[in-house]
């Protein structure tokens, strides 16, 4: 095999080349978030004039002058075709210039088509049969298949294209500066053994190793080995190596998402992309966290009490927490958090989880509410608050999957569930934490029951014998079904092995009986003489009482100035009728919509951006969406999702999410992963979905967000997403000269109470984008005018006279 480096332009080229890729290669399967990524890399190779941008690999064999067979690499092949074929089309339909008026021909027919006197046309790329059929669809400009990944990545570039990030000389001069390290088999390769090695789950480079070369990599060399030495290896010693899991959380931590584990290192250039701060800095800081983390894990704080609940806390895995619980602790080191605050905060953390288990209360939603937990307490905290008075209104305010269980629903659950077939772990928590609470003469229950010389023993037996049955009467079977696996009937022993099926007399008076045992969960059966209901419910309400203490549900008189908006799951049965949504999550993705039917059609755009060709078929087969042609006509009771596909949207939000709840049954998602974030007001959207909110409804959708971070405590990372979704959304609002329209005024002048109480709507549209015009030369102006209220001030002028 020979390789070398060249532009990927130069494999399209030639008036008789034929790129086959063969037929035991996979389907192209590029997402629009990958097409995306690469033509920002385009926009970042014009702006910042880099001369080459590497693309990875490709590997081929020269099968003959006329035939190149890809062996790997087929991805990039055809994205980089369509890219190319969706600039011709732009070109012809003048939606991008270019000075060389002959550039759209001169793609087609140097990198796009053959020349073949015998045939009427062959194009130079052929995928796979099933995108080839879509790929040769849209070069011959017939019917495209709209269910295709192909077709859908294609009207991508277009929209891109379109939007005037670059014009048609940049693209094509950002295409050709692509380069790849180019692989050529020679005669005695074997493209099957090549194939394979390519493709085999050999070692792989694991996340972390990616982002240690990355962030290392283009340091001169003394500047690598004090970064290595200094940094990332204290940060790999202090998380004893697991460092995929712990970069993980710390971007969790430092963005509010939760990155696939297997999409640590993208999440991490993106982080590193959009931080000011330098490689050393966030290097700085992700030591700071490794050994935050390490801290909690080893419950080795050095705050005595909190360290005290922390080794009971570590026995049960709550790795979610860490996106809270490491920057906490670096207020605890920096003083804006005392100690007695963070022992508050890990007692109430404790409570909370233990409480959701016992009530049975799903854990997917975990992931979520910690993600940004930090990020909310540290917005709605003032000066002087604590932060555990934070977290409880925080936790408390919270419904459905999110909820704090109430002491009546954890009273209920922890009497009446079976709390012996649970996971190891949780039992031993439960038992050690039961026996010792809060005591400083401890027995260590769950070391004991891990290491086996101790075990759970049922007083009344799993098994009924007939001296059971006689002394529970009539109705022991009926008792020993209800009774047998609840708190009441639990306790520990060291001699489970021996005590049998025995009577609850024997099992008293033997020797290292109930009577001789050292354990506080043993003191009432030493004082009853039989067992039956009435010592299940009394020590029932005992060990009850314990638990209500030991995991209480906290209160506190605090309440923010700016209440947050409430988030629920879409889940399977709540309504949502009478409320108000303002914006949904899922995944990677978080849009702000501006009603139901907004977010209707946004979360299943969502979801066949991802599984594009499941949706179709499922539409193919169901009355809930429907394919459609090209010509058809979208009726007012419907909206088009994406080309070729609509939904009924004249329904109620009820109806609407019933769809959503089928499809998502259908593609086997949970239904808990999309979240809806509501308005605060009782105001309700009609069951009617009225389109008609006005001429600014685009942009005054963004409100009730807007007013969530003003405050001086949001970071910029806080505000990106809405900054970015904003300007977006604005581009079509925009006053090209808005010096023109406030003649005289500078920036500062239009954040004035003066300007604002007068301000009509074009007033205000000039404001904003005079505001925008500053911020691409002074970046930070739209987030310092977010968290000073000034920008909710000036959309509030939308929606009081947006007629004018």
């Known amino acids: 095999m020979k390789g070398s480096i060249r532009r990927i332009t130069e494999l399209f080229d030639g008036n008789s080349k034929h790129l086959l890729i063969p037929v035991y290669q996979r389907n192209y399967d590029w997402k629009i978030k990958h097409c995306a990524r690469l033509f920002d890399d385009l ?5 910042q004039d880099r001369e080459t941008h590497f693309f990875g690999a490709i590997v081929g064999n020269p099968e003959t002058s006329f035939t190149y067979v890809v062996i790997d690499g087929q991805q990039r092949l055809t994205t980089t075709s369509l890219l190319m074929l969706a600039l011709v089309h732009a070109l012809d339909d003048g939606a991008v210039k270019s000075t060389d008026a002959k550039l759209a021909s001169k793609i087609r027919e140097s990198y796009l088509v053959l020349k073949d006197e015998h045939e009427a046309v062959k194009f130079k790329l052929k995928p796979v049969k099933n995108d080839n059929d879509a790929y040769s669809r849209l070069l011959r400009a017939d019917t495209p298949i709209e269910s295709s990944t192909i077709t859908a990545n294609y009207r991508y570039f277009r929209e891109r294209i379109a939007g005037g990030e670059l014009d048609g000389d940049q693209i094509w001069e950002a295409i050709f500066r692509l380069q790849v390290m180019a692989l050529d088999l020679e005669k005695q390769d074997d493209p099957q053994r090549i194939f394979e090695s390519i493709n085999s789950t ?34 790999e010693k202090a998380v004893e190596y697991r460092t995929d899991w712990f970069i993980r959380f710390y971007l969790v931590s430092k963005t509010g998402k939760t ?84 022992t508050e905060v890990v007692g109430i953390l404790d409570s909370y989880l233990f409480r959701r288990f016992v009530c049975g209360v799903p854990t997917n939603s975990l992931n979520s509410i910690f993600a940004t937990l930090y990020s909310e307490i540290h917005r709605l905290r ?31 659950s922890f009497a009446t569930r079976n709390l012996y077939n649970i996971k190891g772990e ?41 001296a059971w049955r006689q002394d529970l009467g009539d109705d022991a079977e009926e008792i020993h079904a209800t009774w047998r696996n609840r708190i009441g009937n639990l306790t520990v022993t060291g001699y489970n092995s021996s005590y049998s099926n025995s009577t609850f007399a024997d099992k008293k008076k033997r020797d290292n ?22 010592q299940l419910e009394e020590r029932t309400r005992a060990l009850t009482a314990d638990a209500l203490a030991y995991w209480p549900l906290p209160s506190t008189d605090f309440e923010p100035y700016v209440p947050p908006l409430p988030s629920m799951p ?40 991802e599984r594009r060709e499941e949706i179709f078929a499922y539409a193919d087969d169901s009355n809930d969406l429907t394919v459609v042609e090209d010509s058809h006509e979208v009726s007012p009771r419907e909206s088009l999702v994406v080309p070729g596909l609509t939904v009924v949207t004249a329904t109620s939000t009820r109806a609407k999410l019933a769809v959503l709840r089928k499809l998502f049954d259908h593609l086997d998602v949970d239904t808990d992963d999309l979240l809806f974030t509501l308005r605060n007001t009782d105001a309700a959207e009609s069951e009617g979905e009225v389109d008609d909110k006005g001429p600014f409804a685009e942009l005054t959708k963004f409100l009730p967000e807007m007013g969530e971070l003003a405050s001086t405590a949001v970071t910029d990372e806080e505000t990106r997403r809405l900054r970015d979704d904003f300007t977006t959304v604005f581009a079509r609002f925009t006053i090209p000269n808005p010096q023109a329209a406030l003649p005289g005024k500078s920036l500062p002048d239009l954040e004035t109470a003066g300007f604002i109480e007068n301000a009509r709507a074009d007033n205000v549209l000039a404001a904003l984008s005079l505001m925008l015009q500053v911020e691409a030369m002074i970046p930070g102006q739209f987030h310092r005018l977010i968290v000073a209220g000034i920008i909710v001030r000036w959309l509030t002028v939308l929606t009081s006279n947006g007629a004018q």
């Open 43 to 47: 926009v970042d190779i014009v702006h």
């Open 202 to 235: 050999g070692l792989e480079l694991s996340e972390s190793d990616k982002i240690r070369n990355v962030v290392l990599m283009h340091q001169p060399s003394h500047e690598q080995e004090d970064l290595y030495e200094n940094y990332w290896n204290r940060i």
């Open 259 to 342: 990155p696939r584990q297997d999409a640590v290192y993208e999440a991490f250039r993106e982080y590193q992309k959009n931080a000011s701060a330098t490689t050393r800095e966030i290097l700085s800081e992700m030591r700071d966290y490794a050994e935050y983390s390490h801290k909690l894990n080893t419950a080795s704080t050095g705050i005595a009490e909190a360290d005290k609940r922390l080794r009971r806390f570590n026995m049960v895995k709550h790795d979610v927490t860490l996106p809270l619980t490491m920057p906490l602790l670096g207020e605890v080191k920096t003083g804006t958090v005392s100690a007695e605050d963070f």
């Open 382 to 412: 003032g000066e002087g608050d604590r932060f555990s008075d934070v977290l409880t209104y925080s936790l408390r305010r919270r419904a459905t999957s999110s909820r704090f269980p109430t002491d009546d629903e954890f009273k209920e």
């Open 426 to 466: 949780n039992r031993n928590y439960l038992f050690e934490c039961l026996e010792n609470n809060w005591s400083n003469d401890t027995h260590d229950i769950a070391g004991a029951l891990e290491g086996q010389s101790i075990s759970i023993e049922h007083i009344m037996p799993q098994t009924l014998s007939s």
């Open 513 to 534: 009986g109930f009577d001789a045992s050292p354990y506080r969960l043993n003191a009432l059966l030493k004082n009853s003489d039989v067992w039956t209901v009435a």
């Open 570 to 609: 879409m889940g399977d049965d709540e309504s949502f009728t009478n409320r108000t949504i303002v914006s949904f999550e899922f995944g990677d993705t978080r849009k702000t919509v501006t009603s139901w039917k907004d977010a209707f059609v946004e979360v299943i755009r969502t979801l066949v951006d």
